[in-house]
């Protein structure tokens, strides 16, 4: 499941260097390849069992064949590139918001594709277009879309936090050469490549943060147009190139740029390469293996994952309010006619615009739990991901004392 996404990944380092170059010039993409080849949230996707990667590759590459195709009048090219759309979609519909962005440039772009297209060549495109959205529609969107709105509201982000969880993943440097490049592109170099850029990235988070209130949201659903800001950046670092002190040929103030973005995603790939960015539920499970009595009750967060790790012994879903999390435990001790219980926590935090806690339990647990052990790694970055186990008792104060943490 990992080979794939990580082949993507790898695959992206020399098509953001062609795009770039097809763009801006070689510099330019040998600049934008190394943002990517950097970058912690590229690299995160590129490790792991989800296919954000292929969408990334597809999403960096459709806009751009869009706009070739309407500026050079192309119906081919458009064609290929609403093709590499609908792959990117049937990928992960975060892909469509890319397409949504697309369609909103093309509508402002000189009026749309009649302008620039003969009358019944427009036609034909607007009929085709017409039909792979509804089949889109039919076949991938509405059920995604169901499944989306009956997710869980415990997890994902608001609207504030969306906004700033992205801002993180990107690294706020990279943002604002990122904001820097496009308003440069716009005043001197090309603005309708400039609005393409802004509207990709602006329109799906537009999109995203008013829903974030309705359904959870992840900032993953906005890596889709992480390729459009490490263009711009690259961009930006290329015109700079033109403008500091050169020293033995070399541009000190686009080297400079570059590694103030270099190093400000350093502390996050160390980091993340050290825990991984992922709870040890491995190692809460060998310890509650050891500890636990065999009809224990065992609640956790992630509870399919740790009784993977369990060999597949019963474990409840945690829930941290208390009412919920008392009726669990005592239906529990109900069944199983033991008073072992073991709760597996995990403490995430991000920066403070977002944690995952005790919550409103943290009374009820230091009543009535014991912490007999953590597991987690610091890290250099602003992040924390730590699993606590506690072994709880019936009544308050009656836990043991001694920790094996």
């Not at 979609?89 to 297209?117: E, F, M, Q």
């Not at 002190?245 to 973005?261: F, N, W, Y």
């Not at 208390?322 to 073991?342: F, G, K, N, P």
Request: proline share 4%.
């Amino acid at each position: 499941m990992r080979l794939l996404p990580a082949v993507f990944g790898i695959v992206a380092v020399p098509l953001m260097f062609l795009l770039g170059k097809r763009l801006f010039g070689a510099r330019a993409g040998l600049l934008a390849a190394t943002l990517v080849a950097f970058s912690p949230w590229h690299i995160y996707w590129s490790q792991y069992g989800r296919y954000y990667t292929l969408v990334f590759l597809l999403s960096a590459t459709f806009p751009i064949l869009l706009f070739t195709g309407v500026q050079g009048r192309s119906p081919r090219v458009i064609m290929a590139g609403v093709a590499l759309a609908v792959l990117a979609i049937l990928a992960h519909p975060s892909a469509g918001l890319v397409l949504a962005g697309c369609g909103v440039w093309l509508t402002l772009r000189s009026g749309g594709l009649s302008l620039l297209l003969s009358r019944r060549l427009a036609v034909r495109v607007a009929a085709a277009l017409a039909a792979l959205a509804t089949c889109i529609v039919a076949y991938r969107l509405i059920i995604q879309l169901r499944q989306w709105y009956n997710l869980s509201q415990d997890w994902g982000f608001d609207g504030v936090t969306l906004v700033l969880s992205y801002l993180v993943w990107l690294v706020p440097v990279l943002v604002v050469f990122s904001v820097a490049g496009i308003i440069w592109m716009w005043l001197e170099f090309d603005r309708p490549l400039a609005s393409l850029l802004a509207i990709s990235i602006g329109v799906p988070i537009i999109l995203l943060v008013p829903l974030s209130f309705v359904v959870p949201v992840s900032t993953s659903y906005l890596f889709a147009t992480a390729p459009f800001a490490f263009l711009a950046a690259a961009f930006f670092l290329d015109r700079l190139a033109a403008m500091g002190p050169r020293i033995a040929h070399q541009e000190m103030l686009m080297i400079a740029c570059l590694v103030a973005v270099l190093v400000a995603g350093g502390p996050g790939l160390i980091s993340h390469y050290v825990d991984g960015n992922r709870a040890d539920f491995r190692a809460a499970a060998q310890f509650v293996v050891r500890h636990a009595t065999d009809d224990g009750t065992i609640l956790s967060d992630q509870a399919r994952v740790l009784a993977h790790y369990l060999d597949s012994r019963p474990v409840l879903p945690l829930r941290r309010d208390v009412s919920d999390l008392t009726q669990d435990i005592e239906r529990a001790r109900s069944e199983t006619r033991t008073e072992d219980v073991w709760l597996v926590v995990a403490i995430k935090r991000r920066g403070g615009f977002y944690e995952q806690g005790l919550g409103t339990a943290s009374h009820w647990f230091r009543g009535h739990c014991e912490l007999r052990s953590s597991f987690g790694r610091p890290r250099l970055d602003h992040k924390h991901n730590e699993l606590q186990v506690y072994h709880c008792t019936r009544s308050p104060g009656s836990a043991g004392t001694q920790s094996d943490s």
